[in-house]
């Protein structure tokens, strides 16, 4: 063996180790494969990129139609390219902030696009559309809450994909079995109330599983039940109101259900296996579904098929709001692609199109089980159709019916940061909540108690957010340098 | 002798077992990440190791299909030698600039020779995200954007490699033997290759090592520079395996596995060339 090695090593040169010649003949290997295989199709002249796998598969039809059709009358010919997101949001944001092309169609999540709205309104990459919009009577066709996380200082910058309402899906196995009516659920009380003889599965007065599934680090999760109290990290005006009485209120609340005697919630974590294997285990009774999480769920916990169905979320006050908002997707055309006359109404075109068409409608329902922002498709039957894995329920009429009531989000370049900062502030509350408990404290979960904590925590919470928003020259108008 | 020989082989015992006890903690992700590679996605949620059918194995429930998908649907052969042209040009081609550069700023007098090796330690300073959108402006001037030229034009002469040649240079040629290769009538060509390079033969290993994996585990820059995915190396591909809505853990699992065996291999062929240049230096002669 060694006299091997010897006689390799007296090939090679004296200062090359034999590692490094192995990696410099990869590097003439691969070099020569890849210069074998180097001819690649000519690409369209436009290009769009999407971040969600089940986009890219139904959009791939469609923009093969399009270029099919485009071809022959001389419109532009597209390709789609699928990016992940965190690629999508560093190239995105290296193109505008480097003021080069990206794209010429980008589909982008929420939180992507708030950040390119840091700066002067003018400056924002994307191109404005409002004057389009309005032209088009689109302002009006459209469910006009999708339209807010795209809205900037009065102006909008992208076609909503969705609207996202959230309902609660519950296992309706074992409540039903139980002969529980959630009908009579109209509160979160009431949530607590009719379903906590559940929790107790054995008998030794411990609970055994939970109501609710959330933790005071799902940022989601708190995001959303702000926003449906009313409640939220920013006004109309993008002015920051952490601190503000809704919000104290839902904190304190959470705390609650955190911990505890009148603890309800436990941690089963979306996209994780830890949490389907909860979830099917049937740990949490409850979970958050936005209109598109029923699609994930069928295909990551194919067992609880026919086993759940979907209830309104049951409000934070009597006759308050039954449903919430989360996440959210738009169509935008970068600057950079509207270099001469003509170039934007042929992008336009493609983005009418792709999320306009009554196709595309049954498209996003059938595959992705997400509701049409476009109000004149709500009548369509397709609709009514039973869900298989809602237990044969109307989950698109169920979403329907609560659309018009998703409330706005914000569209501030700091609303991450608030969100965190505000999950800070109830991860503080719940723990010094849980430790006043274990040492004893009988009001430690006091809603009064909480409330005052939860104002001086979301008061420093407040702070941060309003300096780091002082630092911004072109925000002045909500709190920023003036 | 006896009470010496029961000392020795305790001590032997204690060892083996500390390691034996280390070495099972850090394999046991390993095996959890091999078993897992070859399950559906239900069988992924049902069991945690291998799927079990009472005391018995079932080894039936355990499927080749995430590697079949990833060099069938996904052109995962494709990723694995963009990886592999990328490490390794970078790696071969890095070392020898480096290699240069610092034999020049260790061994030459010239003027601005203080003023590059300031340069090159202020460049070692300066974080590799704050230069992210000025490196796309130039590439995209360039016309170098979702192309490998974009991705290996940049990583030809780090700072830090440029730095720790000259050291290593600075330390371990001398001038003496230089001189002496001058007087034999070598030229610097010659002079470098057959003195200077011999002489910093561990860090040739070491540095091109530790080049081949940076580029291998390169996420950021492959990601924001390559736009086609045919372009794609394995730390991007494996990446583009994750998706926000649904998660095929099998294949996630199986894409891990493939971009990590290629490294794993050649550190176990290199490892005593980067050892011996980690530790060149360490102990006075």
């Known amino acids: 063996m060694q006299e091997q090695k010897d006689r390799l090593a007296g090939m090679l040169p004296e200062w ?40 890219y598969l139904m959009y791939e039809p469609r923009v093969e139609a399009w270029n099919k059709a485009a071809a022959k009358d001389g419109r532009a010919l597209f390709d789609l390219r699928l990016l992940s997101l965190p690629a999508m949001e560093r190239r995105m944001m290296a193109s505008f902030l480097g003021d080069v092309p990206c794209a010429d169609v980008l589909e982008v ?59 609660l899906g519950y296992r309706a196995d074992i409540v039903e079995a139980a002969g529980i009516d959630v009908s009579t659920i109209e509160t979160w009380e009431d949530f607590a109330r009719v379903l906590g003889p559940l929790m107790d599965t054995t008998g030794d007065g411990k609970p055994d599983r939970f109501l609710l599934n959330m933790w005071e680090t799902n940022q989601d999760h708190l995001e959303l039940l702000l926003l449906q109290a009313g409640g ?26 955190l911990g505890g005697p009148k603890r309800i919630a436990a941690d089963a974590p979306n996209f994780s296996a830890v949490g389907n294997k909860l979830k099917a285990d049937g740990y949490v009774l409850a979970s958050f579904f936005p209109d598109w999480m029923g699609d994930i769920w069928k295909h990551e916990i194919p067992s609880l098929s026919g086993k759940m169905k979907l209830m309104p979320m049951p409000a934070w006050e009597k006759g308050g709001k039954r449903t919430s908002v989360w996440g959210g997707t738009m169509l935008g055309i970068p600057k950079t692609a509207v270099q001469k006359p003509g170039d934007f109404d042929k992008l336009w075109a493609f983005c009418k199109e792709l999320y306009i068409s009554d196709q595309f409608m ?38 329907i019916n609560l659309a018009p009531l998703v ?37 430690a979960y006091d809603l009064p108690r909480l409330k005052a904590r939860a104002k001086a925590f979301l008061g420093e919470a407040q702070k941060q957010v309003e300096d780091v928003l002082k630092r911004n020259v072109f925000l002045a108008e909500v709190g920023g340098a003036s | 002798m006896t009470s010496l020989r029961t000392t020795r082989v305790l001590g032997w015992i204690w060892t083996r077992g500390v390691l034996l006890i280390a070495a099972i903690f850090t394999i ?41 998908r990833l060099f069938t649907e996904l052109d995962f052969s494709n990723s694995l030698v963009n990886s592999i042209f990328l490490s390794s040009v970078t790696g071969v081609v890095a070392t020898l600039s480096c290699a240069m550069g610092g034999y020049a700023l260790a061994k030459f007098r010239f003027k601005g020779r203080g003023f590059c090796t300031a340069l090159v ?30 991705l290996i034009l940049p990583a030809l002469a780090p700072a830090f490699g440029v730095f720790l040649f000259r050291q290593a240079i600075v330390s371990g040629v001398p001038n003496d033997l230089l001189e002496a290769a001058r007087i034999d009538g070598a030229g610097e060509w010659r002079t470098f290759a057959t003195v200077v390079l011999p002489l910093v033969r561990p860090m040739i290993g070491t540095f091109l090592m530790v080049t081949f994996l940076g580029m291998w585990n390169n996420f950021i820059a492959p990601q924001v520079v390559l736009q086609d995915p045919s372009k794609f190396p394995l730390s991007v591909a494996v990446a583009e395996l994750r998706r926000g809505y649904y998660n095929d853990y099998g294949l996630q699992m199986a894409g891990t596995i493939i971009s990590i065996l290629p490294v794993m291999v050649l550190f176990l062929v290199m490892q005593k060339d980067f050892v011996s240049g980690l530790t060149s230096g360490a102990v006075k002669a």
């Open chain 1, 407 to 443: 409330p706005n989000r914000n569209s501030s370049p700091y609303n991450t940061f608030a969100m965190y900062r505000t999950v800070d502030a109830l991860v503080k509350l719940a723990e010094e909540a849980r430790r006043a408990h274990e040492a004893g404290e009988k009001n």
């Open chain 2, 121 to 150: 330690l202020a460049a070692v300073l300066i974080p590799a995200p704050l230069i992210i959108a000025p490196t796309y402006q130039l590439l995209y001037r360039l016309d170098l954007l979702d192309s490998f030229a974009g």
């Open chain 1, 109 to 167: 999540e929420r939180r992507g696009v708030s950040r390119t709205f840091g700066g002067p309104v003018e400056s924002v990459g994307f191109y404005d559309l409002t004057e389009t919009l309005k032209k088009e009577g689109l302002l009006e066709e459209i469910n006009a809450p999708s339209f807010s996380p795209w809205t900037t200082r009065g102006h909008i910058f992208g076609l909503p994909h969705d609207v996202h309402p959230v309902m």
């Open chain 2, 28 to 68: 046991i992700p390993f095996l959890w990440l091999i078993a897992s590679s070859f399950k559906s996605n239900e069988e992924f949620f049902r069991s945690t190791f291998l799927p079990m059918d009472g005391k018995r194995i079932a080894w039936e429930r355990l499927t080749t299909e995430p590697f079949r």
């Open chain 1, 362 to 399: 049954r498209d996003l329902y059938r595959e992705g089980g997400i509701v049409t922002p476009v109000k004149k498709y709500w009548s369509d039957p397709i609709f009514d159709e039973p869900n298989a894995f809602f237990s044969g329920q109307p989950a698109g009429r169920l979403y």
């Open chain 1, 16 to 55: 090359l180790p034999p590692g490094a010649a192995i990696v410099t003949l990869l590097a003439i290997v691969s070099s020569a494969l890849l210069a074998v295989g180097a001819s690649r199709p000519t690409p369209n002249e436009k290009a769009m990129w999407t971040f969600a796998r089940p986009h």
């Open chain 1, 232 to 257: 939220g990290f920013f006004d109309e005006h993008e002015r920051p109101t952490l601190d503000s009485e809704i919000n104290v209120h839902v904190l304190a609340t959470i705390t609650t259900w």
